[in-house]
């Protein structure tokens, strides 16, 4: 090989020496018919030299001629590159498996891709490449707005009541995470999945309820069950997401039918007052009509106890006189009858004059107004 001059598989000479090299052997045999050793080996050594450089060697001097064959190698690995290389490769290894977790934080260690365990704040070790660590902050509360004015989008506030009208409803999600390991496990797109779900709970409440409540009286009502439901959905989904709260922060028609909306408020509250008005005007005046009936009730309830007693006393009378009347009629005939004349004549005007003064020839004049002489005295 040291005297080939034709290239790195032989067959130099002149150049028409070369075309024979071609046409008798495709360039691996010599003219005389002798195989030529390709320099395979040569490469090798070659690429080894430079393996021992780029590992902290030095490379050999070539020998011989053209072909580089000859020369001698230079020291190999040493005991003390290997083992530095071990602690490095140790350094990265340990860089690579300890992680630090917050105290506002926790992690899902995973086992070739496998749920292994949930590592507390602190210092923690996950050996790579086995197992590997996703850390997921879960005391910070996350908000998702929803709602035309909040959100931006078009509909999404937008809510039919059970009575057919609409309502515009803006509310805010505040949530934070209780269990990273299903979330991670079970929930691709957790923000999503808390406005979708949120969504579709308020959509459900609002058809439940009359526009008139959750305009006025019944928010917090509908916050709290919101919450609740929502809750309770994402629980059904193994989610690892806790709801802190719901606020409801608005609950009005739309833009385009507030006014007309007013309108028909004010209309509705005029009517509520005219209507109290007249039921009170009602309840005065049958109380004022059950306070008659009730005292004609009482008088006639007096009137007939007394015309009763009455007539029980009249009886008895009757029956005492009778008795009397027995023992002696004579003198019980002249007391009725002075009785009865006292009783006619008590309150009648009268004189009484003696026979012999009203007589003919007495001084009585017979003109005389006797009755009214006596109404004047009596002023």
Known sequence: MAGNNGGPWGGGGDSGGDGGNRNNGG??????????????????????????????????KSGGGSGGSGGSGGPGLTKGTIGLGAVVAVGLWG??????????????????GSYYSTGNPGLN?????????????VTSERTEDIGVSRSGSGGNGLML????NIVDIDFQVVWNI?????????????????????ESVMREIIAASTLAPILNRDRGAIADAARENIQATLDEYNSGINIVRVNLDKA??????????????????????????????????LAEARGAAAQILEEAEGYRAQTVNEAFGEASRFTSVLAEYEKAPEVTRKRLYIETMELVLGDVDKMILDGSIAGEGGSVVPYLPLNELNKRGGN
């Open 252 to 285: 009005d028609p739309p833009r385009e039918v507030i006014d007309a909306f007013r309108d028909v408020q004010a209309a509705e509250q005029e009517r509520d007052r005219l209507e109290r008005q007249a039921d009170a005007y009602a309840n005065r005046v």
């Open 27 to 60: 360039g691996g045999r010599k003219p005389g018919g002798e195989q030529q050793i390709p320099e395979i080996e040569e490469l090798v050594k070659k690429g080894q030299e430079q393996l021992r450089v780029l590992m902290g060697g030095r490379g050999g």
């Open 178 to 198: 209780n269990d990273p390991a299903r979330l991670l496990f079970n929930i691709a797109e957790p923000r999503e999945t808390v406005q979708a779900v949120s």
């Open 125 to 137: 070790f996950a050996p790579w490449p086995l197992v590997s660590a996703e850390v997921v902050n």
């Open 161 to 164: 009541t059970t009575d057919a």
């Open 95 to 112: 860089l690579a498996s300890f992680y630090t977790v917050k105290p506002e934080e926790q992690s899902v260690e995973l086992l070739l």
